[in-house]
């Protein structure tokens, strides 16, 4: 082939190749001239090597045919790079994660580039959202402080009782110029220092709120005065974190677009200062009697003290009464102290000026607003009680207002009872003249059998004036009131078997018969359940004693039934009797009836005068468990609010509740007893016989006069009545605040139950009850066994006749003995005696009689009354203070 006919090289990618395919590579000791085809020449940079690269034979293949000698020349950076060129690296991701240059678990961890972008990213995205979101929130209208609502409350029959609202609907808006400025620096160094420069928010103060609770201080909010406005005026007060949130929102714009002076205002006008005063205008009315413009520093300096708790700086005690008074006082004291010296650490009271106030100024005793005159106020307090105590609205949801509360209180019989209370107090009493008629309260209450609803109340002489309910306060002890529920448990559990324990079911008990007999005698020696004698020992010197339970002025009519018992209203009978149940079932009972637990106080076989009526149930719950007599054994707690409705909506409405906690045979037996009180010519409820209606009733005189009772129902209307002497008002000094004798009280030497609480009960149950028809009680069947205990001797058995003509037996028979089964033999020493015949048991040297004459009943003496009453004891005792509280007598713990 002739060398002319070679083509010349191609200088560029594959047209370069050879058709016929690969060509011989060079030798390696070949020379091979540079510059010739196929050779790498030393370039001297990238660039070059790059450009030599496109001028190439072309292709893979071609580049390794050059042979071994060009590329042992082309050692170096030209060839290196021609064989990563070799290998074309993947495409590149937006996102390199996972991250493609690694392998294993190092694939999945992020960057620190990705890391920062990520945290910019959500940075910025939380600042876009709080953007928009603060870009959403409306400026609130100051104006809407001005619009709180207030709650309607409707008598029984639908029409208005009263208007209210703020919980006490005692609050009026003043300007910023009517706030003195002392008022106005006291709560900003008090409250937030900052207000006047920051924006509605402190984080500073958010974070040292945080750190302080971390540490275990003081629970703090770290919230400014704008953002309590905007709490106050905006939103609720539940702690969530939506609820903060729209909270912060609102406070920044609030912050950045309305007036300090409005925003302080505004705060100032809707805080609570306890005492039912909202805003700084009704608190300077409530505690100082005065306008808010009046104010002088000190008092303002107390005022700020509030607003970290008013139940807690209230010198008073707030609703706590005296109990927390003291140490409420000693509180106020500190804070009131505090509030004046950083005053003067800021500059805004001299040092001069800080001097003057060494005294602390000690504010008015708590009055109630006008509205609640009379008997409305505790109406009222009632309704608001049984609303929060059963958890239908919260205290602050029924603050805020807005809500029509119906009640079950009846317009007319409130009223009746209100001046039946009147009619008596005027009739009999002068405190101008008589000082025993100084201090009188009454008490009263009126529950429907079988529903729970109370229909009036007397709580005292005006809600404005004295401020504890009497219907439902629970420090008066009930005295021989509470004989029917020893009564009742005695039928419906039994009495226990005395050659048993002490804890005893139903099967080793012997239900018990009104017509069972027990010794009425005066001073009688009050034994255990198993004949032994009862023994207590001295408090004070710690000597042991027996109890010798005494009746009215020394009266006794022997062994009588429980029925004449009750009629009398005899001591021993009674007090044996519970012995014999066992006085926790004797509890038991009464609170199946209706009464509170924790108003019974000691219930066991050491406390025999427990049967007496030493406990303190309210008026209320009086009525309610005799409510349950009245309906056959069928139990309904006492209730005040029947329907709530707000206009949002919102609307709660009761349910009836009923429960049988007595067989109806126990419950009409017991009502059977206790209209023989009132029907009997010696009953001690006689007088209510002038009603025309069937009646049951008891009466009740407490050890020293301290108290009186009168308790009666007709199958429509339960109705307690309790009268009492107790000092009340600001002239009254703490110590005095005791209950004292009614000796003397109403021109007569002693008030009995069947006294002055049955005038009125009877004054207004005639009103009460005037349309209702004249229904009998249900006939009581027999019921229980007729015992005889309490050493009541069991009848003489009569001697077995013989029969004038008997037929010869045959003499392989022995004669068979004559039974008479209802006699029983007189006893000897080695008879087994009846177990509740106790002269029996002291034939037998049984303890019977054996310590007579102990130190029972010495204390109190025989505080006789017609109706018989319980005799002086250190348990019986009252220990007085301010009012009682009420609580737990009604509403879970609540004075409702």
Known sequence: MSEHRRKPPQTRGRRAAAPSGRRAAAPRDAAVPAGSPGTAPPYGSRAEARRAAQRGTGGRRRAAAAGTTAASASEGVGGRAARRRADHPPKKRFIDYPRSQYRGLRRW????????????????????????????????????????????????????????????YNRQNISIHQIPASMQESVIVAENATFRTDKGVDPMGIARAVVNMARGGDTQSGSTITQQFVKNTYLSQEQTLERKAKELLISV???????????????????????????????????????????????????????????????????????????????????????????????????????????????????????????????????????????????????RGGYQIHTTFDKEKVKQMEEAVKAVSEEHFDPEEREEDQHIQFGGASVVPGDGAIVAVYGGVDATKHFVNNANRQDVQVGSTFKPFVLAAAMRDGVRDPAKPADQGAGDRTRVSPESKYSSEDGLLIKNYDGTVWEGENEETGEPFNWEQANFEGNEEGDITLRRAMEVSANSPFVQLGMDVGMKTVAKAAVDAGLREDSLGAADDSVPTFALGVSTPSAIRMADAYATFAASGIKADPYSVTRVEHGTGFEWEREKKTERTFDAAVADNVTEVLANVVESPQGTGRGAQALGKPVAAKTGTTDQNISAWFIGYTPHLSTSVGMFRYPHGDDVAAEDRRFLSMRGTGGVPKVHGSGFPAKVWLSYMKEATKDDPATPFPTAPDIGEEIYGGGAESPEPTPTETPEETEEPEETEEPEETETPTQEPEPDPTDTCHPWDWQCRNTEGQDGGADAGGQGGTDGGTEGTDEGTDVGTDQGGIEGNDGGSGNGSLFRGRDG
């Open 109 to 168: 961890v992020p960057s620190w580039k990705q890391v920062l972008g990520a945290a910019v990213a959500f940075l910025g995205m939380m600042v876009g959202l709080v953007g928009l979101a603060y870009a959403m929130v409306d400026v609130p209208d100051p104006n809407k402080v001005a619009t709180q609502e207030k709650n309607v409350y409707f008598w029984a029959d639908g029409s208005r009782m009263v208007v209210a609202g703020g919980g006490e």
């Open 253 to 399: 714009k609030v912050g950045a677009t309305v007036d300090k002076n409005t925003i302080l205002a505004g705060y100032l006008n809707t805080s609570y200062f306890g005492r039912g005063a909202y805003g700084i205008q009704a608190a300077s009315q409530a505690y100082y009697g005065k306008n808010a413009e009046d104010l002088e520093p000190s008092e303002a300096a107390f005022l700020t003290t509030l607003l970290k708790g008013p139940e807690l700086y209230d010198p008073y005690g707030g609703s706590a009464g005296e109990e927390r008074a003291a140490a409420n006082l000693e509180r106020a004291q500190e804070r009131w102290a505090w509030v004046l010296d950083r005053r003067t650490q800021v500059g805004t009271l001299s040092n001069q000026e800080r001097g003057e106030y060494t005294e602390f100024p000690m504010p008015n005793p708590p009055t109630q607003a006008t509205e609640k005159a009379g008997q409305i106020g505790y109406l009222t307090d009632m309704a608001d009680n049984y609303i929060t105590s059963e958890e239908i609205l919260t205290k602050e949801q029924l603050d």
